[in-house]
């Protein structure tokens, strides 16, 4: 028994120095596995970018240092950086604290002055189109050869059906005079009974005014606008 008591006594007391020692061995310093950063590390001047840095450790607290920008909540793990006003190279640098010491991580932006913008391009003047000057007159594509018609008394141009026999349609032009007839643009419509758009196009070359439209079975109205002109021409087909 008392060989035993001789044997166990050594052990127990070894056991206790060696808790003593783990107990007493130092902390580790913090572990710090990576820094994110949104959008990302090449910034315009003036903008803003997060950041949060992954650490594990005890008692975990965090100083942010930045060299030319400025920097939000810097002793928190999550920060917004703004860039400084001047391109250039800007370091970051945040140092974790903990039971076992202080472990130090650096990260550094890269400053851009941002591309400057195409220009917006200057749309073209809109052209005057008030002094246009609209012939009373139409020529008109007839069966018997392109001719000039006027219209008669009561304001109606008048056609027999020889002169549109064989037609599928019937296309014509305005004649148009005036400082910026190159600039403006026809639009020639005629009366239908759809709503809520009573006129339907029937335009032509935009270069020469013209029109294209069904040949009139008796009276037709065209409507041609220029501008804020706009002149009414009546059509109507007349037997021989």
């Not at 910034?43 to 803003?48: A, D, F, N, R």
């Not at 391009?121 to 020529?139: G, H």
């Not at 026999?165 to 005079?177: F, H, K, N, P, T």
Request: glycine share 8%; charged share 20%.
């Amino acid at each position: 028994m008392l060989l035993r008591n001789k044997v166990i006594g050594p052990l127990v007391s070894l056991v206790f120095v060696l808790g003593l020692l783990g107990a007493c061995s130092p902390a580790a310093p913090p572990m710090v596995s990576k820094i994110h950063v949104e959008p990302s590390t090449s910034i315009p001047v003036g903008e803003k970018a997060s950041l949060t840095i992954e650490a594990s450790g005890t008692g975990l607290q965090f100083k942010w240092t930045v060299t030319r920008g400025s920097i939000s909540s810097p002793t928190t793990p999550s920060v917004t950086y703004t860039a400084p006003d001047s391109p250039g190279p800007d370091t970051m640098t945040v140092e974790v604290t903990g039971r076992g010491g202080s472990t130090v991580r650096s990260i550094t932006f890269e400053v851009v002055v941002p591309p400057t913008p195409p220009p917006i391009p200057t749309p073209p003047p809109t052209p005057d189109c008030r002094d246009i000057q609209v012939s009373s007159y139409l020529e008109l594509d007839l069966a018997t050869g392109t001719r000039q018609r006027s219209p008669d008394a009561s304001g109606v141009v008048v056609l027999t059906t020889e002169e549109i026999s064989g037609l599928v349609d019937l296309s014509g032009r305005a004649i148009l005079a005036g400082p910026n007839v190159k600039d403006c643009t026809c639009y020639w419509e005629v009366p239908t009974e759809a709503t809520p758009d009573p006129w339907k196009s029937v335009n032509g070359l935009p270069e020469d005014c013209s029109f294209r439209v069904d040949l009139p079975t008796e009276v037709m109205t065209l409507r041609l606008t220029i501008g804020e002109r706009v002149t009414l021409f009546t059509v109507k087909v007349h037997e021989p």
